[in-house]
């Protein structure tokens, strides 16, 4: 008897290895599968900005790194003693103009830099609504708590997120023409905009992205939202607030990743890191123990040997 509906997949051609240098940008979804790529030890960086979620807010980005933009107080703002940006999120706020501009940029020199050398560009897209800030009728990637009335809330249209995806894509393969984009739509569902909101911008995310998809056959589809939607329909899967995947839920979907866009001979390595991993964060009863001395020379050699095949690996 079978429980669940499975969503097919299609395999990526060009997998992920552990030579493979891996840049994510999007959602915080794309922080979970980033952290999943550390914890594997794949090479991998992740959202240079803080968490991104409209796709205009990532052809911003993208936009900066291919022009060298260089940031000034003038693209800052002081509230409450803090300063922000409207195109980057809070993680990057600080308490003067000149640390905050100085960390941008040199974040976004960073990004062009892991843009040229990478091999493959993770790209998650979260929500369609998007703020206007009404002094300048600009799209804000993060209102950063100024009040409302201060923004107009507005759904990019699907041609919208089209155009954003075209631009994307078209700088991106001027940094780096050989990079193979991978693209998905968070499960995260976006509650604050309404329930009905919600589902509006996920379906003009995902009829975007295949209409694009449709004209850049070369870039890849990883469905996370069907997933979540379909195979995991269910709320042990989410933590608390009912709305983000919980850890079962993310584990789940970076199986699925794994068999369809990790090369199968990494797989072995990856059981070995693992094993690693649970080693370095096992706490003893007894730290002197014979068993355990015995059980630390095991684990040691395990870590040379990944060493000595990856030394970019960097376990803490």
């Known amino acids: 008897m079978q429980l669940q509906t499975i969503v097919p997949i299609n395999q990526l051609t060009n997998k992920i290895n552990y030579h493979s240098k ?138 919208d997120c089209v155009s954003a995806l075209q631009n994307i894509t078209q700088n991106i393969k001027q940094i780096n023409p050989n990079i193979q984009l991978i693209y998905t739509v968070s499960p995260v569902r976006h509650i604050k905009d309404g329930f009905v909101e919600n589902q509006r911008s996920k379906a003009h995310l995902i009829t975007a992205l295949h209409e694009y998809l449709c004209q850049n056959n070369q870039a890849y589809y990883f469905p996370s939202y069907e997933i979540m939607m379909d195979e995991l329909r269910d709320y042990r899967f989410y933590n608390t607030d009912l709305l983000h995947p919980n850890q079962m839920a993310i584990d789940y979907i970076w199986e699925r990743f794994t068999e369809n866009c990790i090369h199968p001979e990494m797989y072995q390595t990856m059981k070995k890191v693992d094993e690693v991993q649970k080693g370095l964060a096992h706490k003893p009863f007894n730290p002197y123990a014979y068993a355990h001395q015995l059980f630390l020379d095991k684990l040691a050699l395990k870590l040379d040997d990944l060493l000595e095949q990856y030394p970019f690996m960097n376990f803490r």
Not at 36 to 46: A, E, G, I, R, Y
Not at 53 to 62: R, T, Y
Not at 103 to 116: C, E, H, S, V
């Open 22 to 159: 891996i840049v994510s940008v999007g959602s915080c979804f794309a922080v979970n599968i980033a952290q999943k790529l550390t914890q594997f030890q794949f090479q991998n960086s992740v959202n240079p900005w803080g968490i991104l979620f409209h796709p205009v807010a990532i052809e911003k980005l993208i936009h900066a790194a291919f022009n060298d933009t260089v940031f000034t107080t003038e693209d800052v703002f002081c509230v409450n003693e803090i300063w922000s940006c409207f195109d980057t999120h809070s993680d990057l706020n600080a308490l003067d103009a000149e640390s905050i501009v100085e960390d941008i940029n040199k974040k976004t020199a960073i990004f062009k830099q892991n843009l040229q050398q990478a091999s493959h560009f993770v790209i998650t897209l979260g929500t369609a609504w998007v703020y206007r800030f009404n002094k300048t009728n600009k799209i804000v990637a993060n209102c950063h708590k100024i009040p409302q009335a201060n923004f107009t809330k507005q759904l990019l249209s699907v041609q």
